[in-house]
């Protein structure tokens, strides 16, 4: 009998969800880590039972809790996180040069095939490795230091490394995003990288098709079709078929083209999800209506799913990394809100209903499905 | 021998109680106290001081003898109450966020 395991980070500890492969009933395990903002967790796709965690807070700095029995118990493992050399400055948000300074572990990517490799994305924004479980980190600087990161400069939540994909049909290929620097692309594990923005088009940077200087928010890619990938952009729904080398918008008739999370059918890679957020000023759903929007034709044409979600007063937000999917026959949509609920609809998105509505606000949602 | 009291959320990460005792050598001062508490809790490491600068957190305060010794320099040595343990050193997180 299949099973989903539903990981999901909040502002005041971690959430473990379960249900049978019907997802109508659900367990509901936590808070762990009570108290810490936990921007991320993941399980590792060639292990499920090992799971990393970012438990970080103000007051007390970053920590990675690792798992090896599925989120039973937990060991805290290394939270040095020492950027390679003399790490320079980038622009602060006046435009002057700012010193690079660790603040937190925004997303944790485990490798597609060993348990033991785990990649972070990090504010200030650079990319670390860990391949011994996370007991030691090692930046690949390459990133940072390949020419442009002088003039990246912090969206409003931080100059955060934020999105992490692994291309799983080409070994060695990354693509990595940074709010506000842009997507960016590495042939080589990360040794080596490469601006890929060409086609974006930001009104808020004075070029607005800049090399980099793009608040990228979110990138999705289906394992079928790995050169087309999906992009949330702040203003603009963006799509690449050419592995990110040139992008053209699919915002189509999306009531505004604003959002932060952007994802793919397990099994329908032209199928596609957005939640459209009303603007940058406004940061919750238009007309008070939650609404998810599904495009079956890779973006343009987009319709509203609304069964079984709040269709008035709701002023909730969706971040970036708080949407997934499952990998069962009938795909199961998953996405957290910062008002504590998570949603789940384990028909495509046809159906919605809460699995939880009073958690703490949701910063990121992963679903796992085990067999 | 020094006693310790660590927040909340470090007593549970060190899987302690409110009050920690430490044996440390020579003059015992801000600095010695932390590396000492570092050595005997390793997961502590990097979250009352910064891994690189050695910097105190800023919403941490270190407080003994209704002194705030804060912004004093790592090597300031801790007042005769708390070396004798008739009083404890306290890491404190600041009050923040409303």
Same mark, same amino acid.
């Given at each position: ?127 670390? !490795? #860990?391949?011994? $479980? %996370?007991?030691? *980190? =090692? /930046?690949? +600087? @390459? ?5 442009? &990161? ?88 963006? !799509? #690449?078929?050419? $592995? %990110?080398?040139? *992008? =053209? /918008?699919? +915002? @189509? ?5 604003? &959002? ?112 | ?98």
């Amino acid at each position: 009998m299949s099973q989903v395991r539903v990981l999901v980070g909040t502002r005041k500890g971690a959430f473990i969800l379960t249900s049978d492969g019907k997802r109508d009933k659900w367990a509901v395990s936590g808070p762990h880590f009570a108290g810490w903002e936990i921007y991320h967790l993941k399980g590792s796709p060639a292990d499920p039972n090992r799971l990393y965690t970012s438990q970080t807070s103000g007051w007390f700095g970053q920590l990675i809790q690792r798992s090896d029995d599925g989120g039973a118990n937990w060991a805290p493992v290394g939270n040095k996180f020492v950027y390679d050399g003399v790490p320079g400055t980038h622009q602060w948000y006046d435009g002057t040069p700012h010193p690079w300074e660790f603040k937190r572990v925004w997303h944790l990517e485990p490798s597609l095939t060993n348990p033991d490799t785990v990649y972070a994305g990090v504010e200030d924004a650079a990319l670390f !490795r #860990s391949t011994d $479980a %996370g007991q030691t *980190w =090692h /930046e690949l +600087s @390459g990133l940072r230091e390949h020419g442009t &990161g002088p003039s990246w400069q912090p969206g409003a939540g931080g100059l955060c490394l934020h999105t992490i994909l692994l291309d799983p049909t080409r070994p060695g290929r990354m693509f990595i995003a940074i709010s506000a620097a842009g997507a960016f692309r590495s042939e080589d594990e990360g040794a080596t990288w490469r601006p890929i923005n060409q086609g974006l088009r930001s009104e808020y940077i004075p070029d607005p098709k800049a090399e980099v200087g793009h608040c990228v928010h979110r990138i999705a890619q289906h394992k079928s079709k790995p050169e087309t990938l999906f992009m949330q952009k702040h203003w603009d729904v963006m !799509r #690449s078929d050419d $592995a %990110g080398d040139s *992008w =053209h /918008e699919i +915002s @189509g008739n999306l009531p505004t083209d604003f &959002g932060f999370v952007i994802d793919v059918h397990a099994h329908q890679p032209e199928t596609i999800y957005v939640v459209p957020i009303k603007s940058d000023q406004e940061h919750y759903p238009m007309e008070g209506k939650l609404r998810v929007y599904r495009s079956r034709s890779g973006g343009n044409e987009w319709e509203a799913l609304t069964n079984g979600l709040p269709q008035s007063d709701c002023y909730v937000n969706v971040l970036r990394d708080a949407m997934a999917v499952d990998s069962l026959d009938s795909c199961g949509i998953y996405f957290g809100t910062t008002g504590g609920q998570v949603y789940a609809s384990p028909d495509a998105g046809d159906h919605w209903t809460a699995i939880v509505r009073d958690l703490p606000a949701v910063l990121s949602v992963e679903v796992q499905t085990l067999s | 021998m020094i006693r310790v009291v660590l927040p909340p959320h470090l007593r549970t990460l060190s899987h302690t109680g409110s009050e920690v005792q430490l044996e440390v050598e020579g003059q015992p001062t801000l600095r010695s106290v932390l590396e000492a508490l570092e050595a005997r809790y390793p997961v502590l490491e990097g979250t009352i001081r910064d891994h690189v600068t050695r910097k105190r957190r800023p919403f941490l305060r270190f407080f003994a003898c209704e002194e705030d010794l804060s912004h004093e320099a790592p090597d300031f040595a801790l007042p005769a109450k708390v070396v004798s343990g008739d009083e404890p050193f306290i890491i404190l997180g600041a009050i923040a966020g409303g």
